[in-house]
């Protein structure tokens, strides 16, 4: 399995940003994608959660609103959606895969597999 995060970049508080996880190698009928990002000097931090079978979804307390995750079955890729981003948003973004989960979805050790980051910068 191989894992792909693009679309970060240097927006300015308030705008929107789409990244991109492009999944490859995939061959379980139900997994989870999710996206976690870590910020200069902190630990990695779950974002959102999805789930392929059901199309569920989760999301950090800290960006339920804001943040939309979604998931294109044809291609496997999965996005998300990132409006009226904040400075404190600031970080690198990941996208990983593993599970399915349905519970304690952000625990970084039970995802297998991890992409490269995407940075995303929230400045004025």
């Known amino acids: 399995v191989q894992l792909q995060a693009s679309g970060g970049g240097s927006v300015q508080p308030g705008v929107s940003l789409r990244l991109s996880c492009a999944a490859t190698g995939v061959t379980a009928d139900n997994y989870a994608i999710g996206w976690f990002r870590q910020a200069p000097g902190k630990e990695r931090e779950g974002v959102s959660c999805?789930?392929?079978?059901?199309?569920?979804?989760f999301y950090a307390d800290s960006v339920t609103g804001r943040f939309t995750i979604s998931r294109d079955e044809a291609t496997n890729a999965v996005y998300l959606q990132m409006n009226s981003l904040k400075p404190e948003d600031t970080a690198v973004y990941y996208c990983a895969a593993g599970g399915p989960y349905y519970s304690d979805f952000f625990r970084l050790p039970r995802y297998d597999y991890w992409g490269q980051g995407t940075l995303v910068t929230v400045s004025s």
């Open positions: 999805t789930n392929s079978r059901d199309g569920s979804t």
